[in-house]
């Protein structure tokens, strides 16, 4: 028989240490297939955040960095100033780039660093038990705001994505989710999309993937899918927000 | 270059830099330190470098890790408060073991405090500084010739141990102009380090810059690993390879009684033992070149030998703290100091040691 489909090259055999459900998995694997698939994994360094994906360097075979919480995309800086010829990405949380990251984030973009931000946007703080976050939604109860995110006290979630697209050097800035199986074709051709723009030297390129955290929403999965796709992706609309090159229309 | 140059103080550690090799320069804008940063915005691209101007001191002292996990050799420079706002990135560099140079031109402090010449950051840069257990080397030029060699070792040590290594000077050197005897270019090549990120080729396992170690006992292990380093680095400068840049002393041998200092203040201190040698009192100067390792040994040697110690520095007190535990009790240490920015002249410290040896 044909083997059709197997682990991505560059992902490594160990099993995933995220809770049941959680789409860090499809999201690592989708960066893994791309580098795979643009045969750039073996001068792709990766660095890693502060949250739940602190540990992503166990699952790609790459040179790695870890970096302090929120200064992933400033590593990033320093690795790729050093060695323009490699590839340089960063996989963040909603509290790392969102929060504690944003001046790191915002410059990094605003520079135009020719690296690519993977930015995972589950409305929450995972690892350090459900915190509310920078893009948690209006009313949505969490740890540290059980009676609801309060507008007042608050204010409203940060909309990354429109954020960065007021600057002028990003040249790719796009929203996707992986909820259903055609998002998460548009989701691989985003970050595919990505990989390629800085393989080409063209700038800051920036994939904003909606996923669920369902440990920390207390729901499970399948709800938790519906509920990305009713309440978040209302606040937090799909799409490119910044396609400086015109590659999406080109395509 | 053989001749002898006219620089500040802060450009020669620029241009030392480049001669030793480093090409990449991460900073953030703060008095009174601005000649270093604007020497290397200009040198830098003369010699293919990267001067990047970051958003903060957060930002610079992390792209200063990236660069440093990546093989470069790599610099910061800052004044006292953007060195806090460094530490958590020190910290880092530290627990992952990477090379870089971080320059203070420590001023007046606590808070903002002012940019006149101070003292006041020794606990912050010979204790660690950041969270966690682990140690920086720290160098004290006193000159602008020390401040470029100093800087030209610093990166050697900072390679040779893989740690972060700490230039201290303040605001009268970094902008006092002296002749300066700047050294041969070094040739460095970022590809030298077979542990630096750069991509995972087939023929090699990957490599990792991390600092979480969750299980108990790696990070134990890491600790104790870490602490070896730092004594293996203490044994260096105390016997070893280093020695000479431990501390130098002058006038020591029949002194009854011995300035410690180090720094500006320790040119002041030079003049105070001749003053006093001339008015019959046998003074001595300890000068510690490096405040960690601190030159321990070397004080409790002379310990037996003198009759007391007096320690002046530009602050309320931080380095007499480790003279008396370098004496440990044996001889009395007393201590004199001007802070807030104000320099000590030697005519007050001259009183001190009259009041000392002479107290009627």
């Not at chain 1, 800086?77 to 509290?95: A, C, L, M, N």
């Not at chain 2, 802060?10 to 480049?18: H, P, Q, S, T």
Request: hydrophobic share 40%.
């Amino acid at each position: 028989m044909e083997k059709v489909f197997s682990r991505p090259k560059c992902m490594t055999a160990t099993p995933y240490h995220y809770c049941p459900g959680c789409d860090h998995g499809i999201v690592h694997r989708l960066v893994a297939e791309s580098l795979d698939e643009l045969e750039i994994a073996d001068k792709t360094i990766g660095v890693a955040p502060v949250g739940c994906s602190v540990f992503a360097y166990d699952y790609f075979n790459l040179d790695f960095s870890a970096a302090a919480h929120g200064r992933a995309p400033a590593v990033a800086t320093g690795i790729k100033r050093t060695r323009p010829e490699s590839i340089v990405f960063t996989y963040q949380g909603d509290g790392d780039l969102a929060a504690i990251g944003t001046a790191e984030i915002i410059h990094a973009a605003n520079r135009g660093e020719n690296i690519t931000v993977i930015f995972i946007n589950n409305a929450i703080y995972g690892m350090t038990g459900g915190q509310m976050a920078p893009t948690t939604l209006v009313g949505m109860k969490t740890a540290t705001s059980p009676y609801g995110r309060d507008a007042a006290l608050c204010g409203h979630p940060i909309k990354v994505c429109e954020l960065l697209s007021t600057l002028e050097s990003p040249i790719y800035v796009t929203r996707v989710a992986v909820n259903t199986s055609a998002n998460l074709m548009k989701a691989k051709k985003a970050v595919k999309t990505a990989f390629r723009l800085q393989k080409e030297g063209k700038g800051f390129t920036f994939v904003e993937v909606l996923c669920i955290c369902p440990t920390n929403w207390g729901k499970a999965p399948a709800d938790s899918h519906q509920w990305l796709a009713e309440k978040m992706i209302p606040v937090f609309p799909l799409g490119t927000y910044k396609d400086k090159l015109g590659v999406e229309s080109k395509a | 270059m053989s001749e002898k140059v006219l620089m500040k103080g802060n450009e020669a550690i620029g241009e030392a830099a480049v001669l030793a090799g480093c090409r990449y320069y991460f900073g953030y804008p703060i008095t009174p330190q601005s000649e270093l940063p604007a020497y290397l915005a200009k040198r830098l691209p003369e010699v293919e470098g990267v001067f990047l101007q970051a958003e903060s001191e957060v930002s610079a002292i992390n792209m200063v890790y990236g660069a440093a996990g990546a093989g470069a050799r790599v610099m910061t420079s800052s004044s006292s408060p953007g060195v806090s706002l460094k530490q958590e990135g020190i910290s880092y560099i530290a627990a992952a073991e990477l090379p870089c140079l971080i320059v203070n031109v420590v001023r007046g402090g606590p808070g903002l405090g002012n940019i006149s010449p101070a003292q006041s950051d020794y606990f912050q840069a010979t204790r660690g500084g950041g969270h966690g257990d682990y140690r920086t080397l720290v160098l004290a030029p006193n000159s602008v010739q020390e401040m470029s060699d100093l800087t030209i070792r610093g990166f050697e040590l900072a390679d040779a141990f893989r740690n972060p290594v700490l230039v201290l000077v303040d605001g009268v050197l970094g902008q006092m102009m002296e002749p300066v005897l700047l050294p041969e270019p070094t040739d460095y090549d970022k590809n030298s380090k077979k542990w630096a990120l750069s991509g995972k080729s087939p023929n090699r396992d990957r490599n990792l810059c991390t600092t979480i170690f969750l299980d108990v006992d790696q990070l134990e292990q890491h600790n104790w690993h870490l602490y070896q380093k730092y004594q293996v680095i203490s044994d260096e400068f105390t016997t070893g390879k280093w020695k000479d840049y431990s501390c130098e002393l002058h006038e020591t041998e029949d002194a009854e009684i011995i300035l410690v200092g180090y720094g500006i203040i320790s040119r002041i201190l030079k003049t105070v033992v001749e003053k006093c040698r001339k008015r019959g009192i046998k003074a001595g100067l300890v000068r510690p070149i490096s405040l960690w390792p601190f030159p321990t040994k070397a004080i409790a040697e002379l310990a037996p030998k003198t009759k007391q110690f007096l320690v002046v520095e530009m602050s309320t007190g931080q380095m007499v703290e480790d003279v008396k535990l370098a004496v440990d009790g044996k001889k009395p240490v007393y201590f004199f100091g001007r802070t807030g920015g104000t320099i000590p002249s030697d005519f007050e410290i001259l009183n001190e040691v009259d009041k000392i040896v002479r107290p009627d």
